[in-house]
């Protein structure tokens, strides 16, 4: 078992940057992959970006390559999404997500058991 919470979203002007952060709890979590996905008003949920559970092999969408990188500190139980360049199509509600063994590539998100509550993103233009 494995307990996600987000942090970091917030109020960006577009152009700038934030850092989200996906802390867990559980001793294992250096055993999951983790994605991140996000979800636009009306839209369906995304993925963003993933990254094995050795923290070796990272994956990002076509959107935001270039612009984000994710990371991941295992003794902090903690990733990280860091996001530059924001633009307002960015805004969404975030999420991370846990998959046990994951290689950081799956972009499907039933194949994630475990979810945070979220942290909304806001870009203005």
């Known amino acids: 078992q494995v307990q996600l919470v987000e942090s970091g979203g917030g109020l960006v002007q577009a152009g700038g940057s934030l850092r989200l952060s996906c802390a867990a709890s559980?001793?294992?979590?250096?055993?999951?992959?983790v994605g991140w996905f996000r979800q636009g008003p009306g839209e369906e949920r995304e993925f963003v970006a993933g990254?094995?559970?050795?923290?070796?092999?990272?994956s990002l969408a076509d959107s935001v390559k270039g612009r984000f990188t994710i990371s991941r500190e295992n003794a902090k139980n903690t990733v990280y999404l860091q996001m530059y360049s924001l633009k307002p199509e960015d805004t969404a509600l975030y999420y991370c997500?846990?998959?046990?063994w994951g290689l950081g590539r799956t972009k499907n998100r039933y194949e994630y058991g475990y979810w945070g509550q979220g942290t909304q993103v806001t870009v203005s233009s």
């Open positions: 990254i094995s559970w050795t923290g070796t092999s990272t």
């Open positions: 559980g001793r294992t979590f250096s055993s999951y992959g």
């Open positions: 997500a846990a998959e046990p």
